[in-house]
């Protein structure tokens, strides 16, 4: 009876670390849509328990995205998520530190309670393996308090959660909450048709029913998930599953009905599902055939437990009882020398035990004894301690008096230390501050200068070349009005519509020199009418998106920001061939940010330093402070997300 709830309490995790056949094939998104990414996240979940492996490799692409673009939701998930996974490879400290790097993201979405009680329920699992019973407890309950709250007693988590309260208290030997939240577990599971969790349940229900002893109920939920783990293809459930069905079977006295069980449980062995899950069918199957009279077959088994056993260091325990086993078998066959062998290696066996068991008895008598006598050395430097206390109770004033001296000069020179200390790293500071705010100041100068000689280009433009290209219209017009050639007269249309183009492109070459709509209105109306500009020429389509308050800006910043995007939009129209692009002009917690992409031709990263637009536009970027990243690769487009703390831009 005990073999099978030692085997059992593993089953959750055992049915999860097994790859079936169904796969979920995902791509990282082109573009920063985070219900996008969401839904990725949560198509990559759904490998957690059958193939947590490939679960972990579609989630690394979307967490790195996701903190790309300081999206804290995807974040909080995607650990969330690997943290699952992880679990379910058995791998508890590394799940444990991807739900405590998950928790500050989760705690940001609030209104993602569901996310809130998987972290919770994830987290506490772990802890239970390692046998915090108080830890896994307050986790678990915390996630119910989640649950409870928002109403999410229907959900996949809240499953989950009963899944492992469960277990929690068959650890505590509370059988009959154990059972109530199986139940609950499993209503929800066959509710939403959850066939992982339907094995998890099915399993652990079997193995409750045997210790209530209830051997009908447990032999039904057995067979339930071991028909589920073979249609789910779960290998190592279904190698758990047929041992303890077998071990049910032998242990009720049928030990023939019990050999295919541990047989086949045996032949699902591979590569992929190491031989370590099989201990227990081979033990059991040694102990099978001998009771059943085929003492070759047992010998077979009997040295395979062994040497596994030995090979794996696992299951120790069960050595001494195969040979046993063995002796019995060959006395059985009146084979006494053999019998004797086997009896002398038990006995040795036993022995080893034994002595290192006696080596720990002697250890610790020594140390009792080593303890025993520095009792005593201390006994006697307490009686020498006390003879000389009277010597040093005669001391203790004047030596008081020179020690409070010292400690006040002591204090006096460490506080005049730390005093020039913080004065050093105040000037160093202020040093760093004002060669910060004349880089601001340089460049501010130079971004003026560079407005100003834009301004007086774009007058020149507009007035000076602008006015004479009006003038030579007009006079083109007027000799057309008198000349009635019909030849000419086509001729003379061809020339006034290229002047009126010509026109045009000046007007608008002025027109981005000199933004005087800035002037007028906010960033936001500026960036609309810009955008509008350029999908009305039908050459690009620009989606523009803009979220948080924008009009808090000073207008210099605004200019900035519009020059910024008027560049990229520009390198995109001249380079990347491009028929869609999107601009993302976020403000959010003091951060202005800044995500430019397309679909354009890309080009190879290697070669980004090269290019004198990228150049100037990093320059910009990092004299004010900020971060900018360029993502692009040849045939697929071109992402820029660039990055300014607001604070820091005050000054410009």
């Not at 573009?31 to 957690?48: G, P, S, W, Y």
């Not at 230390?417 to 340089?442: F, P, S, T």
Request: proline share 1%; hydrophobic share 40%.
């Amino acid at each position: 009876m005990k073999s099978i709830v030692l085997y059992f309490f593993a089953f959750i995790l055992l049915i999860s670390t097994s790859s079936g056949q169904e796969q979920i094939t995902t791509q990282v998104p082109p573009f920063t849509d985070t219900n996008r990414i969401l839904a990725h996240i949560n198509n990559a979940a759904a490998l957690e328990r059958l193939n947590p492996d490939s679960c972990i490799s579609l989630l690394m692409p979307l967490l790195q995205l996701s903190r790309q673009q300081g999206f804290n939701h995807g974040i909080g998930a995607a650990l969330t998520h690997m943290g699952l996974a992880n679990m379910a490879k058995g791998a508890a400290d590394s799940a444990i530190f991807n739900y405590t790097m998950a928790m500050p993201y989760v705690a940001q979405c609030s209104y993602d309670p569901e996310l809130t009680a998987l972290l919770y329920t994830g987290i506490g699992f772990p802890w239970l393996r390692k046998n915090n019973f108080a830890l896994a407890s307050s986790y678990f309950y915390k996630a119910l308090q989640v649950i409870t709250d928002n109403s999410l007693q229907e959900t996949a988590t809240a499953g989950h959660l009963y899944l492992d309260l469960g277990v929690l208290w068959w650890l505590l030997r509370r059988y009959d909450l154990t059972k109530s939240y199986f139940l609950r577990s499993e209503q929800l599971a066959v509710k939403q048709h959850d066939t992982a969790a339907l094995i998890a349940v099915y399993g652990n229900l079997g193995t409750l029913y045997y210790n209530m002893h209830d051997v009908n109920k447990s032999n039904a939920y057995m067979q339930y998930a071991l028909l589920l783990a073979e249609k789910k293809q779960v290998i190592r459930a279904q190698q758990q599953i047929l041992a303890n069905l077998g071990t049910t079977l032998r242990q009720e006295g049928n030990a023939a009905a019990a050999i295919p069980y541990f047989e086949k449980a045996i032949s699902l062995a591979d590569d992929a599902h190491a031989y370590q899950h099989n201990l227990q069918s081979y033990y059991n199957l040694s102990f099978a055939y001998y009771e059943t009279g085929n003492y070759q077959k047992a010998k077979e088994y009997v040295l395979s437990t062994v040497r596994k056993s030995e090979e794996l260091d696992m299951d120790k325990e069960h050595i001494g009882e195969a040979m046993q086993v063995m002796a019995g078998i060959y006395e059985k066959e009146k084979n006494y020398k053999e019998a004797n062998k086997w009896l002398n290696k038990y006995l040795d066996y036993i022995q080893n035990i034994l002595e290192k068991e006696a080596d720990s008895s002697i250890n610790k008598l020594e140390d009792n004894y080593r303890i025993s006598e520095k009792d005593k050395q201390i006994a006697q430097k307490q009686l020498l301690l006390s003879k000389r206390e009277l010597e040093i109770k005669n001391k203790n004033t004047w030596i008081g008096g020179i020690s409070g001296g010292l400690l006040l000069l002591g204090m006096l020179l460490f506080i005049a230390i730390r005093a020039g200390r913080h004065k050093q790293y105040l000037h160093d500071m202020q040093i760093r501050n004002m060669e910060q705010e004349k880089e601001l100041g340089y460049l501010k100068a130079m971004m003026d200068g560079e407005e100003k000689e834009r301004a007086r280009l774009a007058r020149e433009l507009h007035d000076g070349i602008g006015g004479m290209l009006v003038s030579a219209k007009m006079g083109l017009g007027a000799i057309r009005e008198t000349n009635t050639d019909a030849n000419n007269a086509v001729s003379l249309d061809d020339v006034i519509r290229l002047l009126n183009d010509t026109a045009a492109e000046v007007r608008q070459t002025a027109h981005n020199l000199m933004p005087d709509i800035l002037m007028k209105y906010s960033l936001k109306d500026a960036l609309l009418l810009y955008c509008a500009d350029i999908n009305t020429g039908g050459q690009l389509e620009i989606d523009l998106q803009l979220h948080g308050r924008l009009e808090d800006m000073s207008k210099s910043v605004e200019l900035i920001f519009y020059r910024i995007a008027q560049e990229l939009v520009q390198n995109i129209i001249k380079h990347a061939q491009a028929t869609h692009a999107v601009i993302q002009v976020i403000q959010d917690q003091g951060r202005l940010n800044l995500i430019v992409e397309d679909n354009g031709v890309g080009f190879d990263q290697a070669e980004v330093d090269k290019g004198f637009g990228l150049q100037n536009l990093q320059f910009r970027v990092q004299a004010l402070q900020g971060y900018i990243s360029v993502t692009s690769a040849k045939g697929k487009g071109t992402s820029v997300y660039i990055e300014f703390d607001l604070e820091k831009l005050k000054n410009v």
